[in-house]
């Protein structure tokens, strides 16, 4: 089967389906929302120092303004896409339906080929949705249509993707929606923070703790804060902030290892 | 030609052995029944041959060693309970199934009217009865005019008159010559519907054949009495009687070519029993079953 084929099976099974059109919905007015609030938020930064370009409004100067529209928008990649891809796949386990599309016919190459094309698709029509609001953005403020740096564009694509495949990763896991979303939530909001200050205070601040999951996906869309002002908040280099070539890098690691994990459990496991 | 050639077919989940080197081959044309008792590992053989559970150890091929995942498309199947995606309809859980098999114009039309779904097409999945859950699992299975069927339990859970409906639908299905491979434990079913069956029993093949090679052509007669145990004594005593299978408070009598009921009710009365119950079954699947399970 060709990906568009595969493409249409799954855009068949999710397009009616009401958790999935919340989640996309949420996303989109979601995205917009944190826009127009850190807009306004600059706004009366600058009002607060009229006539004074503070640090604040500079933010909204290209290129920092894709840069910030980039950091909102990570935190719906975490918070909603991760849910999604927890409900996507453990929706397909609960109603027992990953099993029967290979009881009607699909090999089960073909049904972990569908997830991953699925996958990507969606990871590309976020990464959509950030740049036709980016361009709306510039549009709104007169400054002339520029698309945005490739390097952001790519960040947010990736970031999207690995928190859609980390949301898979735990429902494939747990395989109950509730447990699992709790499962994914907590892990990113809190359980890999706890991991990291564990190994801190017992074996020391070691760079490579900051290739974690969460850290290194976050380390895709990072605020632009100016080199000097990290120096301030992380005086240790083993803290400092990834670049975006560690995090990309890392991030296309993970993604690897997690394919290879669905295939391995796809192809071996009994469904 | 061999639609389904299944060889030492073993299946093992920790301490329990499902399948134990099983031996099966099922040719073009035959209806095929797999009956057992419950735990008998149809399902697993079933879920094997449909490749959603990996065998320990053996091998099967389907239409004599063909590979690629056209042959696996060639098979209509549903196994347990069916499964289809709740919030959709049955015209897009079907159009679903077509494009999990690859077929660009499915008849829906044709399938729902075939199942008696028309009216409900529709509704939602999670609104059907489990009866009409498992009409729509059979039209599925019917998306692609596939050659083989698989069918386990199809009438499970089903009230008289659904069973019959299934049962219906599955007999005109198997008048267009389709191979049809049906999972059952109720023996009326697969005799009824059967030209030929297999027998497993804890995982092992006990009998394979055509129907009409298994039963046995000795008239049969289900008897009772007020003393079961003494009926049972007289009866075991009797030359007449070649084989007796308890059923319930019930005997279940084979006889000697040529004896009769006639015969059976006198011996009986002239040896001082009154026979309660009387009467001449036809050749059962269902004597030869318990008779075959219980050596």
Known sequence: MNPLHLLKIEWSKYATNGAFRFFTCLYVVALVLGVYLARSIGRAASMNYSGVATPLESLFDYPQNWQVLAYIGSWLNSFVLGSLGVFMITMEFSNRTLRQSVIFGMTRLEVGAAKVVWTLTLALAATGCYVLLGLIWEAHDGVGLVLPPAGCTLGYYLQALGYLLLGTLAGMLIRQTAMATLFFLAYVFFLESVIRWIFYLNVGKVRLLLFLPVQLLGGLTPLPVPDSVNHIFYSNPATMPLSTTEATVGALVYMGLFVAFFSQRMSKSDL | ?295
């Open chain 2, 1 to 295: 030609m061999s639609v389904l050639c299944i060889k030492d077919l073993t299946k093992v989940y920790g301490s329990v052995v499902a399948l134990a080197g099983l031996d099966l081959t099922v040719e073009k044309g035959q209806i095929f029944g797999l009956v057992g008792p419950n735990g008998s590992g149809k399902t697993t053989l079933l879920g094997i041959i449909l490749d959603v559970l990996h065998p320990s150890d053996g091998s099967y091929t389907w239409f004599d060693g063909e590979e690629g995942s056209h042959v696996r498309r060639r098979i209509g199947a549903f196994l347990e309970t069916p499964n289809f995606y709740p919030y959709l309809n049955a015209d897009q859980n079907l159009s679903l199934v077509a494009l999990f098999k690859g077929v660009s114009k499915p008849p829906l039309d044709d399938l729902l009217e075939l199942v008696q779904l028309k009216e409900r097409r529709r509704s939602h999945f999670k609104n059907y009865s489990l009866g009409m859950k498992q009409r729509l699992a059979l039209a599925a299975c019917l998306v692609g005019d596939p050659e083989v069927l698989i069918l386990d339990e199809p009438t499970n859970g089903l009230d008289p008159e659904g069973m019959v409906e299934v049962r219906e639908i599955i007999q005109k299905i198997a008048a267009q010559g389709k191979t049809i491979i049906m999972a059952s434990h109720i023996l009326d079913e697969v005799e009824r519907i059967c030209s030929h069956v297999a027998i497993i029993k804890k995982g092992r093949l006990l009998v394979t054949g055509a129907i009409g090679s298994i039963l046995s052509n000795r008239p049969t007669v289900e008897v009772g009495a007020c003393d079961s145990e003494r009926l049972f004594q007289f009866l075991s005593d009797l030359s007449v009687v070649k084989r007796i299978t308890r059923k319930d408070n019930r005997l279940l009598l084979e006889l000697e070519q040529g004896t009769n009921q006639e015969d059976l009710n006198r011996l009986a009365f002239d040896d001082g029993i009154v026979l309660d119950h009387l009467v001449l079954k036809r050749q059962s699947l269902e004597v030869e079953f318990l008779e075959i399970t219980r050596k």
